[in-house]
């Protein structure tokens, strides 16, 4: 989806021409002021070129049209943003198959609390960062069992958990993790897990 950002530079352009023109029209002003303190003193009778309401009508009808320009500006900007969200049938996302690897991870935690032998297939799990099938994902629950603590801390790792350095420890936390109970590791021997 190619974006094309706002152009800025014409909505500041406006804004600094219309703060120069108020600047000079702020020193008609102060000379407006003081030509007028002076004629009310005495000192000089000088009409003022421009009367001050004169003056004040010119401010108005440029900060109107300053106004305007900035509004048109940011009229242009909006057209644009909208045009850049319209959507063809290349960017509009596949929602079926997005689902956030927490929701696949859930689904999988649930089936694999219903497990209770060591041939039993575990439900796989998403990378944490990526939200794609962990690749070497343990198939049952004995290769859980068979896996070394390298392995470990990479399944860990991909399931966004921090790594161990005991290898008992970190086949409990993936148990925790994997939302396994009591498992039977060997015939006639139970594990307590953690639901």
């Known amino acids: 989806m ?14 600094k021409e219309l703060r120069n023109d108020l600047r000079a029209k702020a020193a008609t002003l102060d000379d407006l002021t003081v030509q007028v303190k002076k004629g009310r003193d005495g000192a000089e009778t000088v009409e003022p070129e421009q009367s001050p309401i004169d003056c004040m009508d010119q401010i108005a009808k440029l900060l109107n049209q300053r106004m305007d320009r900035i509004d048109q500006g940011l009229t242009e900007i909006h057209t644009k943003m ?31 609390s219903h497990l209770d032998h060591h041939r039993d297939v575990l439900a796989s799990f998403h990378n944490a960062v990526t939200n794609e099938p962990i690749a070497d994902f343990p198939c049952i629950v004995e290769d859980l069992y068979a896996m070394d603590l390298a392995a470990i801390n990479s399944l860990l790792h991909e399931l966004g958990e921090s790594p161990t350095t005991n290898l008992p420890d970190g086949q409990e936390k993936v148990r925790k993790f994997l939302g396994m109970k009591h498992i039977t590791v060997w015939p006639n021997m139970r594990v307590q897990g953690f639901s």
């Open 82 to 112: 909208l045009a850049t969200r319209v959507f063809t049938p290349t960017n509009i996302p596949d929602t079926r198959l997005t689902f956030p690897y927490s929701e696949f991870n859930n689904v999988a935690r649930v089936q694999n």
């Open 2 to 15: 190619s974006s094309q950002p706002p152009n800025w530079d014409d909505v500041e352009q406006a804004i």
